[in-house]
């Protein structure tokens, strides 16, 4: 059947038809020329069918056995004419519904023969293109559908062994080939190394050589794929690769992924010999495409998968707690340490923090919302009687990232402190009341030279600034170790004007103006009256030491949201910025050229103390030259006054 249309066309004239068979052996009309066979009858004819098939049929419809005959050769590229005598209107339509093509009817005349038998070429021959069209439009069909299916195989998987087998049976499927395979270059791109192989069926598997799994790039006729970008096809012959192995023809496709190349898809025929066509190097290209993304897109999840690997590694051997929330406070990720601290089981990942997490210190945190790249800080101490050091970073892109540092041995440190510091200031303090005692008596048993009666005042100057510097640290030390205050309703306005009484005469005695503004409506507080008043004292008696006499000393209070705000301003020397930060810490003095006021550094240390312990916050402002002002803010509501950690703010000062 793979006769070409200008070759002569093969007639089987079956029935006794002389005239016909001598009009075709002698015609020579145009391009038709015929290859005439005989048959007396239908079982004959049917013999020869398959040996000979012919393009014509010409049947005597006299003959046994025609309409089994016609309905067997129906379905075949064959055209059917039937020959005889003339036959009624009525039969012509009973044998044109059983396929006959067309009719020779004697008597006949050799023009109308060739007449008829060339149409009837020409109709069976465009169905069989047609046919032949339909068929590759078919296949061709089923191989975009075969494409697509891969296509979504790999889109749905994120692992090489479940999308390597797809890819080389469609590339098996779309080629016919007997054999397909998947190279991928290693790191260096020097070498290729077989991922996949696949056979077609049983036979051609058995058959299959044992293939090295290890090629050179450099000196391979697959390595050339890589090297050129290009496919190689061989084919049809016989052909000797440089692996050794013997074969009819085959096809490599690079695997190309934006640009690069991650190795090659080939297939190959080593028994039947049938070469690749251009159509299959399209569709191989086609799914090597698909494939070296989807290759690419596996490597690039290991990848990531491997650096979450070591990152989640890394946060889960850290010894401080570690956890991250969204910006929505759902928790999305703790270490082993603080799931340990905070006795919380793995599952509680991905809920709310508010929901697993109630300890107020934790929540007074997350309130406080700092925003991107800032960090807020508090202590927490935990059931377990551990403290913390929690701090608190927006991150942009994941949320809050809360870091805690164990700070329990710093506290008991500073516990210990205390307490020595207390015990000494104590024993301190019996000797040198009875010193002072003795040095106050000394003029009156006696009279004193004016340069005893100097010395006797040095030494009781010295002795005040100790007794002092003593009474504070005993102060302080109480105030750290949570020495339980008394706590009761009392009123601002009244501890604000009792502190204004006490300062008045140094303000007046350096010609300072205080101004206050005072509203009597403030509403009421809960603290200790006796250590608010010593806060305010502190801040009032700074502000008329670090201001030149003439200043003026301003006590403002104003209520605002649940909260009395007092500020002390001054017009005084004012605080470097590189001091602000660490005024409130013990012993810091500024220093400056000439400064003559004395004093422990202890007294605002003192005040931040208190403060912290009525809930409450204190910080600076400051302008050298200019005058400072310090804010104290107090909640209005009632608070626990022993918390021993209360929520530390912006840097306590700035
Ligand atoms: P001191 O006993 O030295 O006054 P404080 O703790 O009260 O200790 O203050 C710490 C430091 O802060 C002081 O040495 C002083 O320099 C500075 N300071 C405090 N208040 C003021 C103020 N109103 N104006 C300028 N500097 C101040």
């Known amino acids: 059947m793979n006769r070409r249309e200008t070759d002569s066309i093969r007639v089987l004239i079956v029935g006794d038809s002389p005239v016909l068979a001598q009009t075709l052996a002698t015609a020579e009309s145009g391009s038709l020329r015929f290859e005439v066979h005989t048959v007396p009858s239908i079982p004959e004819a049917e013999a020869l069918l398959e040996l000979l098939p012919p393009e014509l049929v010409l049947v005597d419809w006299r003959l046994s056995g025609l309409e089994g005959f016609l309905e067997r050769i129906r379905s075949q590229p064959i055209g059917r004419v039937i020959t005889g005598p003339l036959l009624s209107a009525t039969e012509v339509v009973r044998l044109v519904r059983l396929g006959a093509h067309d009719f020779l009817l004697a008597p006949h005349h050799p023009d109308e023969v060739l007449e ?20 590759r439009l078919q296949r061709q069909l089923q191989q975009l559908s075969v494409l697509y299916e891969v296509g979504q195989t790999l889109t749905a998987s994120l692992r090489l062994e479940e999308i390597l087998p797809p890819i080389v049976e469609a590339a098996i499927y779309l080629t016919r080939a007997e054999e397909g395979s998947v190279w991928l270059l290693d790191e260096t791109s020097e070498v290729l190394h077989l991922r996949i192989h696949r056979s077609r069926d049983a036979k051609t598997s058995s058959a299959a050589p044992i293939y090295p799994t290890t ?29 050794g192995i013997l074969v009819r023809s085959l096809l490599y496709v690079p695997l190309r992924a934006h640009g690069r190349i991650l190795g090659v898809l080939g297939v190959l025929n080593r028994l039947q010999e049938m070469a690749f066509s251009e159509s299959d190097v399209h569709f191989l290209t086609m799914l090597g495409d698909y494939a070296a993304v989807a290759i690419e897109k596996v490597r690039l999840f290991e990848a990531i998968q491997a650096e979450k690997g070591k990152l989640e590694a890394i946060l889960q051997g850290i010894e401080e707690p570690v956890l991250v929330l969204d910006f929505q406070e759902t928790l999305i990720l703790m270490n082993r340490s603080a799931r340990q601290h905070l006795g919380l089981p793995p599952q509680v990942q991905g809920q709310p923090f508010r929901s697993v997490v109630s300890h107020p210190d934790f929540l007074s945190l997350i309130d406080r919302k700092p925003s991107i790249g800032q960090t807020v800080r508090q202590e927490i101490t935990l059931p377990n009687r551990l403290t913390f050091q929690a701090s608190l970073t927006a991150v942009e892109g994941v949320g809050y ?33 009875t010193i002072r005692g003795y040095v106050s008596l000394l003029p009156r048993v006696g009279p004193l030279n004016p340069r005893q009666q100097e010395f006797v005042e040095k030494v009781e100057r010295a002795m005040q600034t100790i007794v002092e510097l003593l009474n504070n640290l005993l102060d302080l030390s109480r ?3 949570g020495y339980a205050l008394s706590m009761e309703t009392c009123s601002l306005v009244e501890i604000l004007n009792d502190a204004v009484q006490i300062i008045r005469p ?38 008329v030491k670090y201001t030149p006499p003439g200043g003026r000393i301003t006590l403002r209070a104003r209520e605002q949201e649940g909260y009395i705000a007092v500020q002390v301003s001054d017009t005084g020397v004012g605080i470097p910025p590189s001091d602000l930060p660490h005024i409130f810490s013990k012993f810091y003095r500024v220093r400056r050229e000439g400064e003559t006021a004395e004093g422990t550094g202890l007294g605002l240390a003192i005040v931040k103390s208190i403060v912290e312990r009525h809930g409450g916050r204190v910080w600076a402002e400051s302008e050298v030259g200019k005058g400072s ?5 107090l909640p209005c509501r009632p608070i626990h006054s022993d918390i021993p950690s209360m929520p530390r703010v912006r840097g306590d000062s700035a």
């Open 116 to 135: 008829c038998l060339g149409r009837t070429v020409t109709l069976v021959r465009e169905r069989r293109r047609m046919a032949g069209m339909a068929e």
């Open 215 to 243: 090629i050179s790039v450099a000196d391979s006729l697959l390595g050339r794929a890589v090297r050129t970008g290009r496919p190689i096809r061989l084919g049809p012959g016989t052909h000797k690769l440089d692996t």
């Open 401 to 433: 990232v809360m870091v805690m540092q164990d700070i329990t041995y710093l506290k008991e440190l500073d516990r210990i402190k205390s307490e020595f510091v207390s015990i000494v200031s104590h024993d301190v303090r019996t000797p040198l009341t």
């Open 479 to 481: 105030l750290e170790s």
């Open 506 to 543: 140094q303000a007046e005695g350096k010609q300072h103006t205080m101004v206050l503004e005072i509203p009597t409506d403030l509403p009421s507080v809960q603290g200790d009256p006796r250590r608010l008043e010593q806060v305010f004292l502190n801040l009032l008696s700074n502000a």
């Open 629 to 633: 002002t310090f804010t104290v803010l």
